[in-house]
């Protein structure tokens, strides 16, 4: 049974004295029903769950209540028992009513002998009535897919080493070469696999399968375009599926900002701009936004035109390539090639750990892939390397060299261990690209073709 993190936020919701809904979005098959599922069977004595799609009619039965004994004499009727005080009441994909969701959960909430969870994936549909809510009534959660330390408590890596990896990361500090090598084997493995739950799940019954978790990321690449054709607008389906497509093909580029032509000729970000919003708030493509300046707050020289767009997940993003490269990648093969793959999966970490995700070009100082602002007001500035050459990075100096932008540190995520550099007085921090897991900290949070893979084993590092 896969561990995730989403189920210690649901704990300490359930256990604050100020009662909200709990609203839990996402992209399809990130595991959003499932963790609720589990939370509820083992913290409530009584769980009810209505689900809006599979059971639409009575969802348009309990959308017609006017008031919360009216919402609970009609949600009794439909489970055949009265509902218990102190029940977890769960609705799940409400997207398919919209607003209704809203009033229904104002119900619940000031009746206050409930808990309420909601549930339900943006799909271009009635996005304002999902997310709404008036202040106070709700904890709205974003659920992604498995991140790199939800993967390694998947695959068995104790907490002692993770535990292990944070102190070397905060002491910026070599990892010992085994444990090394070792971790730098489960990256590229979560690299190839993926963090969709089914995929992962499927990656450990078939004894470690490569194949087998690339199936079920090609069906869920399969899964996202099926629901384009569903429930974005007939008109601007062709667009939005086109852009979906071209995700894979434009971050393969060396170049890999997102270029309005390659949908259709003479295309302009004005133009398509809802339809890369519908696959933003859908989940299934996450942007990353040119800034001007690296200086905080980075949002006020974000340039809403010009963005990489990322997928959600990098197996996902991998299955769309060709099966030699999950091949390489997962055998450590990759070079310069595999940029893209790389930089996909820190974006979701980024994105995981809270950080909107921002970067840096410019015509002759260069590109820096990542710049987060961090704890204490300053931006940080974060290259990917996934060839041997890390240590060449002219944009990351030449940002370390301009006085004015205040950058006092940087740091190269690669293969390698750690380590540390200078330019221009200021350190640069060499890491492995697995310390991707504990970027959460700088928060200020504390906060990781058929080919079988082998398990990697820890107990003699213990």
Known sequence: MLERKMLFKLQSWKDASARKAFVLLGARQTGKTHVVRRFARASYASFVEVNFLDREEDAAFLAESDGAEELLSRLSLIEGRSIPEGSLIFLDEVQHVGADVVTLSKFLVEDGRYDLVISGSLLGTVLEGITSFPVGYAQVERMFPLDFQEFCWAVGVPDAILDQIREAYEKKAPVPDALHERMTKVFRQ???????????????????????AREVDRAVVEQYRYDISKYAASARRPVIQRIFDNVPSQLAK?????????????????????????????????????????????????????F??????CGVLLCQYPVGAAMRVSQGAGDANFGAVYENVVAQELLAAGFPLRYYHHSRKGEVDFLVEIADGSVLPIEV??????????????????MEYSIGRAYVLSEHNVSRGERMGKPVHYLPLYMTMCLAAERGEQALADTT???VSFEDLL
Not at 276 to 300: I, M, Q, S
Not at 308 to 313: M, R, V
Request: proline content about 4%.
């Open 254 to 306: 060396e170049n890999k900002r997102f270029m309005m032509r390659s949908v259709r000729r003479g295309a302009t970000y004005e133009r398509l701009d809802d339809d890369f919003a519908w696959l933003t708030k859908a989940g299934v493509a996450l942007p990353a936004h040119l800034v001007r300046e690296p200086r905080y707050p980075l949002e006020r020289t974000k340039v809403a035109e010009k």
């Open 385 to 402: 390397k996934s060839g041997k050459d890390y240590k060449l990075h002219t944009a990351l100096n030449n940002l370390l060299g301009t």
């Open 190 to 212: 979560y690299i190839a696999v993926g963090g969709m739950p089914q995929a992962v799940q499927s990656f450990l019954d078939n004894r470690r399968a490569l194949g087998a």
């Open 453 to 455: 893979l082998e398990a």
């Open 308 to 313: 990489k767009l990322y997928s959600l997940d």
